[in-house]
């Protein structure tokens, strides 16, 4: 336990948090965002004996999917068919959350932007050019805002 003083000083050293283990969303619809995370995006979805075992008994009963993220952070949808957001208008809700964003080559960010409009996916604005790289802001089918983005070309 912490004295009073070092309670003043304490906080983790640099790097004693390692990497993001996992991003956990609550979904209305769990096929629709399936499909999006899966067939749309192309990430992994856990099957099986990948399945993280504390989670089995949910993803059997259809309540939890699991992807995972190729730098290998999970992505956990918790199905909540009651959940509403707290405004309809993604760009008034409030939530805790800005976005979520995929870092993607370069030279795949146009293809990605072809995919997203091939799906319709609700995008928000046109992609844009920053001295930091290039983006596309878009919606999953829960209205989450996010962000597919690429360093600057070489």
């Not at 000083?9 to 996992?22: D, E, I, Q, S, W």
């Not at 096929?31 to 075992?53: C, N, W």
């Amino acid at each position: 336990m912490l004295s009073s003083q070092d309670s003043l000083t304490a906080k983790l050293a640099p790097g004693n948090l390692r990497r993001v283990h996992h991003i956990a969303l609550n979904v209305r619809d769990m096929q629709a965002s399936r499909h999006f995370y899966g067939d749309i995006l192309g990430l992994h979805e856990l099957k099986g004996e990948e399945v993280p075992t504390t989670l089995r008994d949910l993803v059997a009963s259809g309540k939890v999917t699991n992807f995972i993220t190729p730098d290998g952070t999970v992505l956990d949808l918790f199905w909540e068919p009651e959940l509403t957001p707290p405004d309809p208008d993604p760009h008034r809700a409030f939530t805790r959350t800005n976005h979520l964003a995929f870092d993607i080559a370069p030279e795949l960010f146009d293809r990605a932007v072809e995919v997203l409009k091939h799906h319709q996916v609700p995008l928000d604005g046109d992609p844009v050019s920053r001295p930091t790289g290039r983006g596309i802001y878009f919606y999953d089918p829960d209205g989450l805002m996010i962000e597919i983005r690429c360093d600057p070309m070489d």
